[in-house]
Protein backbone atom coordinates (compact mmCIF):
# COMPACT_ATOMS: atom_id res chain seq x y z
CA UNK A 1 0.00 0.00 0.00
CA UNK A 2 1.70 3.24 -1.41
CA UNK A 3 1.72 6.74 0.20
CA UNK A 4 -0.39 9.34 -0.85
CA UNK A 5 1.69 11.70 -2.78
CA UNK A 6 1.83 15.26 -1.04
CA UNK A 7 -0.73 17.87 -1.86
CA UNK A 8 1.55 20.97 -2.91
CA UNK A 9 1.35 23.71 0.28
CA UNK A 10 -1.50 26.27 -0.88
CA UNK A 11 -1.96 29.97 0.88
CA UNK A 12 -5.71 31.23 1.57
CA UNK A 13 -6.76 34.92 1.74
CA UNK A 14 -7.77 35.79 4.96
CA UNK A 15 -11.28 36.83 3.76
CA UNK A 16 -11.49 33.10 2.46
CA UNK A 17 -10.77 31.80 6.15
CA UNK A 18 -13.01 33.97 7.10
CA UNK A 19 -16.22 32.56 5.14
CA UNK A 20 -15.28 29.06 6.29
CA UNK A 21 -15.22 29.72 9.72
CA UNK A 22 -18.40 31.20 8.67
CA UNK A 23 -19.72 27.87 7.26
CA UNK A 24 -18.10 25.55 10.35
CA UNK A 25 -20.35 28.49 12.73
CA UNK A 26 -23.50 28.26 10.73
CA UNK A 27 -23.68 24.40 12.41
CA UNK A 28 -25.45 22.75 9.38
CA UNK A 29 -21.96 20.93 8.29
CA UNK A 30 -19.48 19.62 10.56
CA UNK A 31 -15.89 20.61 10.35
CA UNK A 32 -14.95 17.42 8.53
CA UNK A 33 -17.72 18.06 6.19
CA UNK A 34 -17.07 21.09 5.08
CA UNK A 35 -13.55 20.67 4.77
CA UNK A 36 -14.64 17.92 2.39
CA UNK A 37 -16.46 20.17 0.27
CA UNK A 38 -13.66 22.65 -0.16
CA UNK A 39 -10.97 20.07 -0.59
CA UNK A 40 -9.13 21.45 2.49
CA UNK A 41 -7.88 19.54 5.17
CA UNK A 42 -9.89 18.94 8.56
CA UNK A 43 -6.87 20.17 10.33
CA UNK A 44 -6.34 23.37 9.01
CA UNK A 45 -10.12 24.34 9.03
CA UNK A 46 -10.35 23.28 12.59
CA UNK A 47 -6.99 25.70 13.24
CA UNK A 48 -8.78 28.29 11.26
CA UNK A 49 -11.78 27.90 13.73
CA UNK A 50 -9.45 27.79 16.54
CA UNK A 51 -7.67 31.01 15.63
CA UNK A 52 -10.87 32.85 14.86
CA UNK A 53 -12.37 32.13 18.51
CA UNK A 54 -9.01 33.09 20.13
CA UNK A 55 -9.06 36.87 18.17
CA UNK A 56 -12.71 37.05 19.14
CA UNK A 57 -11.71 36.37 22.59
CA UNK A 58 -13.87 33.46 23.27
CA UNK A 59 -10.73 31.31 23.76
CA UNK A 60 -7.81 32.01 25.68
CA UNK A 61 -5.22 28.93 25.43
CA UNK A 62 -3.29 30.73 22.33
CA UNK A 63 -1.99 33.97 20.94
CA UNK A 64 -4.48 36.47 18.98
CA UNK A 65 -3.63 36.90 15.02
CA UNK A 66 -1.85 40.24 16.41
CA UNK A 67 -0.09 39.21 19.08
CA UNK A 68 1.35 36.37 17.06
CA UNK A 69 2.57 39.39 14.67
CA UNK A 70 4.32 41.10 17.11
CA UNK A 71 5.93 38.14 18.45
CA UNK A 72 7.26 37.30 14.82
CA UNK A 73 8.42 40.91 14.25
CA UNK A 74 10.32 40.91 17.89
CA UNK A 75 11.88 37.63 16.88
CA UNK A 76 12.98 38.84 13.56
CA UNK A 77 14.46 42.61 15.44
CA UNK A 78 16.52 40.19 18.17
CA UNK A 79 17.32 38.49 15.42
CA UNK A 80 19.58 40.96 13.17
CA UNK A 81 20.33 42.88 16.79
CA UNK A 82 22.11 39.22 18.13
CA UNK A 83 24.18 39.46 14.25
CA UNK A 84 24.63 42.69 14.66
CA UNK A 85 26.29 42.06 18.38
CA UNK A 86 27.88 39.68 16.89
CA UNK A 87 29.32 41.56 13.87
CA UNK A 88 31.00 44.25 16.56
CA UNK A 89 32.03 41.56 18.92
CA UNK A 90 34.60 40.11 16.00
CA UNK A 91 35.14 43.77 14.92
CA UNK A 92 36.63 44.45 18.16
CA UNK A 93 38.84 41.73 18.31
CA UNK A 94 40.15 42.30 14.70
CA UNK A 95 41.07 45.77 15.79
CA UNK A 96 42.51 44.69 19.16
CA UNK A 97 44.96 42.50 17.36
CA UNK A 98 45.83 45.22 14.65
CA UNK A 99 46.65 47.36 17.42
CA UNK A 100 49.50 45.22 19.58
Given at each position: ????????R?????????E?????????????Q?????????T??????????????????G???D?????A?????????R????????????????T?
Amino acid sequence: MGKKPRRPRRAFTPEFKAEIVEVCRRGDRSVAQVARDFDLTETAVREWVRQADIDAGTRSDGLASDERDELARLRRENRRLREDVDILKRATAFFVRETR
